[in-house]
């Protein structure tokens, strides 16, 4: 089932220094037909946020929120599910009770759009980060990573939303797969908990495959093998020795 994204890029947000803020919602409802025409039944729009000692500014919420949710309600208003975005990046040296605390207020802010502008959450897909360390922070354990986040996810997200599908934002393929089987093994949750990976899931098959087409086979077993092991996963099944298996 084919989808797109449908944001145009981000730049800074004026009057706030550091933030930035995502375009695309002039002429969106026009390319959303156009897009529906050709098979589209899907789309997605990525916000991000930035952390430091002072950011996100709340404007920045606000602003990321505000246009989050008026994009999901075109979405749904053209008969396209919408998948929410809202990436709290993962660059920095910050510590996870730091990421713990601008998820919670980048989601209580997404949500509360969400439902001024009259969002129907059972026909939305949420795409959030995990809740980590900053880069230069050091690594978290799986459980770590899977409680902070939960503990987050549990306050703010209802219970109306089928699905999380997780962005790897920076994760290396291990983590964000140890990550999400963590997240499935921490107790019963109201949603869905799955995978939405870019650079995670290509990155081996892109190294099997070193730009050389004899090597076509090795970087599709490559794919194969860590869409194998997030499947797994996504059901609480996988274990660190898989990833030494053929």
């Known amino acids: ?83 929410v975005e809202p990436e709290v990046l993962i660059d920095g040296n910050h510590t996870i009770d730091r990421a713990a605390e601008v998820s919670e207020d980048v989601l209580l802010e997404v949500f509360k759009a969400l439902h001024r502008h009259h969002v129907n959450l059972e026909f939305m897909v949420l795409k959030p980060s995990m809740v980590t360390p900053g880069k230069g922070a050091g690594k978290a354990t799986p459980e770590q990573v899977a409680e902070a986040t939960l503990s987050v996810f549990r306050r703010v997200v209802p219970a109306a939303v089928p699905g999380i599908v997780f962005l790897s934002g ?22 869905e908990l799955s995978f939405s990976y870019g650079r995670a899931l290509q990155e081996p098959a892109q190294k099997a495959w070193a730009g050389k087409l004899a090597n076509a086979e090795k970087a599709q077993a490559a794919m194969k093998k860590r869409a194998r092991l997030n499947g797994l996963a996504r ?3 996988y274990t660190p020795d898989m990833e030494s298996e053929a």
């Open 1 to 83: 089932m084919p989808g797109i994204k449908v944001d145009a890029g981000k730049g800074p947000l004026v009057n706030s220094p550091g933030d930035e803020i995502t375009y695309g919602l002039d002429g969106l409802e026009t390319r959303l037909e156009h897009y529906k025409s050709l098979g589209a039944r899907f789309a997605k729009w990525r916000d991000v946020f930035h952390i430091s000692d002072t950011l996100p500014s709340f404007q920045a919420i606000k602003s990321n929120a505000e246009v989050l949710a008026r994009y999901a309600a075109v979405c749904q208003a053209m008969g396209i599910v919408p998948i």
């Open 170 to 191: 920076g994760q290396t393929p291990e983590e964000s797969t140890a990550n999400l089987n963590a997240l499935n093994n921490m107790g019963y949750h109201p949603w």
């Open 235 to 237: 059901s609480g099944l």
